[in-house]
């Protein structure tokens, strides 16, 4: 199941890396996702990158004042 969730995200990331430019919330939500499954299969490394890219487009879109 948790490779179907994969494939799935990985589409919605390219989907939303051709239509918003590349710090938007919703391409770091993608990666959020990609992340977290990656790591539930095993694959630590690139799981970890995918959250660190997630993190820095949060940081970038949601300002240090956002609630």
């Not at 694959?43 to 300002?63: C, V």
Request: aromatic share 16%; proline share 0%.
């Amino acid at each position: 199941m948790r490779i179907i969730s994969l494939v799935f995200s990985q589409q919605a990331l390219e989907i939303r890396e051709e239509y918003y430019n590349h710090f938007h919330v919703d391409i770091a939500v993608s990666s959020y996702h990609i992340g977290t499954t990656l790591t539930y299969l095993g694959n630590f490394n690139e799981g970890l990158d995918y959250q660190k890219r997630a993190i820095s487009i949060y940081k970038t879109y949601y300002k240090s004042d956002h609630m």
